[in-house]
């Protein structure tokens, strides 16, 4: 599976961003798709993850209530809606592939995206 993050960019704080991480292969409906991020000099966190069907979602604590994650597997897309964002959401965001559920713990992942960057300005 190849992924390709996009969508980062240049946001007020209190704006949105919609991220998109498309797959290749005919066997991303059955991954589980995570997306993480790594700020500057901070360790890569998680961010949310959805299990191979949609069915089942997770999110960190601070990011609930704030994004959404949803794929479509006709699209082979997994993405990430930000809404309220704050200037600590700056960071580069990666997505990642994992056999049927998408966990918060990164090193489960066997395929990951480039990077798209996030840039939330005051």
């Known amino acids: ?6 969508g980062g960019g240049l946001v007020q704080a209190g704006g949105s961003l919609r991220l998109s991480c498309a797959a290749s292969g005919r066997t991303f409906k059955n991954y589980g798709m995570g997306w993480f991020r790594q700020a500057p000099g901070k360790e890569r966190e998680f961010v949310a993850g959805i299990s191979w069907s949609g069915g089942s979602k997770y999110y960190a604590e601070s990011m609930k209530g704030r994004f959404t994650i949803d794929r479509d597997n006709a699209k082979n897309t997994v993405y990430l809606q930000m809404n309220s964002l704050k200037i ?11 056999w049927r559920v998408g966990v918060p713990d990164g090193r489960e992942y066997e395929y990951w995206g480039q990077g798209t960057k ?3 300005s005051s």
Do not use: F, I, N, W
């Not at 599976?1 to 996009?6: E, M, P, R, T």
């Not at 600590?88 to 994992?98: F, K, P």
């Open 1 to 6: 599976v190849q992924l390709q993050a996009s």
């Open 118 to 120: 996030v840039t939330v």
């Open 88 to 98: 600590e959401d700056t960071a580069v965001y990666y997505c990642g592939a994992r």
